[in-house]
């Protein structure tokens, strides 16, 4: 089955303690992208990559970071975790960004609480 | 910059009844259009897209959405509601293909039997 993976689900850790969340998405797409969910705020991206070892700044990456040494995984790493990144985070993916007609597919979602 | 409005956060919707749920949006080039729908504990799942030809695209589970490059709308349509449409809606835009998508803040819509 076609799907994004994250993992975990939900997590509820302290302020500083460094937290990882991965995704995984068996469907060999270029692009990947981490966004986060807050009420009244829609989803905003933090960070995107349009394929193995590229990667950039969406419009919040302030306390994140990526990588993307495979084409299926691009995880989420939060050095410092403050209270104010508690929220939800997707991650998603899609065939090619420059093929923008393409739809993403999202996982789950990981619910962060920071405390 | 692009951006996207969805100016009503809630809409009710009587079982049977037709429901719209607006989109408004800014580019500077072609836009690239898109619904999705979120259930709740679930992530965002693709409804349809509008990036060239007819005005009217459907898609999935009966919806329907109309462009209108005047008014620079998007809504999304369903001609007859069903409760388990109940969810949370976004719309999203690109600026001509070579830009990030932007969302808006979503629309939840109610159902009632």
């Known amino acids: 089955e076609a799907q994004v993976t994250q993992n975990p689900r939900y997590l509820i850790t302290v302020t500083g303690k460094k937290l990882t969340v991965t995704c995984s998405q068996n469907?060999?797409?270029?692009?990947m992208s981490w966004y986060r969910q807050d009420p009244g705020l829609g989803l905003r991206q933090i960070y995107y990559?349009?394929?193995?070892?590229?990667?950039d700044k969406g419009d919040v990456p302030e306390g994140y970071k990526v990588s993307r040494k495979e084409k299926r995984n691009f995880p989420l790493i939060l050095e410092s975790p403050s209270p104010n990144q508690t929220s939800l985070y997707f991650c998603?993916?899609?065939?090619?960004?420059?093929?923008?007609?393409?739809?993403?597919?999202f996982g789950d979602g990981t619910r962060l609480s920071i405390l | 910059a692009q951006s996207v409005a969805q100016p009503e956060d809630q809409v009710n919707v009587a079982e049977g009844n037709p429901l719209t749920v607006k989109c408004t949006y800014s580019v500077s080039g072609n836009p690239y259009l898109f619904w999705y729908v979120q259930y709740p504990n679930r992530g965002l799942q693709f409804l349809l897209k509008?990036?060239?030809?007819?005005?009217l695209v459907k898609g999935s589970y009966g919806f329907e959405a109309e462009f209108n490059k005047s008014q620079t709308s998007f809504h999304l349509k369903k001609p007859s509601a069903l409760v388990s449409d109940s969810a949370l809606y976004f719309c999203?835009?690109?600026?001509?293909?070579?830009?990030?998508?932007?969302f808006g803040k979503g629309t939840m819509l109610l159902v009632s039997p």
């Open positions: 999203a835009v690109r600026d001509g293909g070579y830009s990030t998508l932007t």
């Open positions: 509008y990036i060239t030809g007819d005005n």
């Open positions: 990559s349009m394929n193995v070892e590229v990667t």
């Open positions: 469907m060999n797409h270029e692009y």
């Open positions: 998603a993916s899609s065939p090619d960004r420059d093929r923008a007609g393409q739809p993403q597919h």
